[in-house]
């Protein structure tokens, strides 16, 4: 009777510890999630002059349906896990693609060639590895009149400068703080990935923001070389420069705001540009938001090369995720300077003036 007794005391324990290790799977697939997400942006495209990119010269003007008039086209996938303690396990694959013919797009060419990293969040801070923006990018976003627009924005005059580097970061490890009264750092260093040369495709970069009522102001530096097993991409993102920027924006209460910033381009045994760029945006209706912005360029090794950009735009937003919007933009180039009016289709200019202006619709999922 007792041994009976024994056997179902043990049955019964081990049923329960079943039923707990169920439970406890049930609750750590509840604080899990895989969130599938992208953006798809299409546009016509008219400008008034177009560079011919063997000749340099001027190939008349162009009228064209574009990819990604606004917002890079995309689409990826990000997941958590919530490990308890206030741990996070936190991961992201990200690829561009183009609408204009279903092939990859803005990004470094690759399948997940927009971001592809796995990190881990705590009280702490965060931290992630693998293929991801830099500090000096994010910074610059921060503080853009135009929200990186890709059409008539700071993206342009970036990627005009120093195409995919910094933005798409291979081999990166980064560290983000968390905001502690208002201010925040992140520094990123990114391994070169080439035996025998730690410093070929080094990278790294670092930002500190700073935030009270509505007022920010940033602040970044970048570094990086050349070579490294990023320029193996099919779009090599190591072009060796230094960059540095400092911003300011503020939002007042009837939801303007208003943006500065200095952007600095140092290239090795090239140009040496700095951006000194200045705009606003304007929610009129939380159906309608206008935004207006203007960017000037100056080599320091050569004061004749020179340009002024400046742009506008205006969103009419359908619903939370679908929305029209309308563009213009005007470019003047001086010298050897080559500042294009759109990351696609028309991101290098001729010298002289150039308008143009983008019509597209963009729909978030």
Known sequence: MLQRDNLGTKWLARCLAAAGLMSAAGVASAQSSITLYGIIDGSILYTSHTMNLQTGQNAGHQ?????????????GMRGTEDLGGGLRAVFALESGISVANGKFNNSNGNFFGRQAWIGMESPYGTFKAGLQYSPFFLSLYQTDPRGMSYFGSGLVSYVDNVYVTGLFNSNALTYTSPEIAGIQAMGMFAMGGAAGDFQAGRQYSASLRYRIAGLTLTGALYSGNAGGSAATTPIPGTVEFVGHTIGASYRFPNSLTISA???LYKVAQSFDNSVYSGGLSYMITPYLDVDAGVWYTRDGNDGSNHSLMASSGVQFFLSKRTT????????????????????????????????GASIGMRHLF
């Open 261 to 263: 910033s200095y952007a």
């Open 324 to 355: 029209l919007y309308g563009q213009v933009g005007y470019v003047n180039n001086h010298g050897r300077m080559d500042t294009g009016l759109s990351i696609n289709n028309a991101l290098y200019e001729v010298a002289g003036s150039t308008v």
């Open 63 to 75: 009228f064209s349906f574009t990819d990604s008039g606004m917002s890079g086209s995309n689409f």
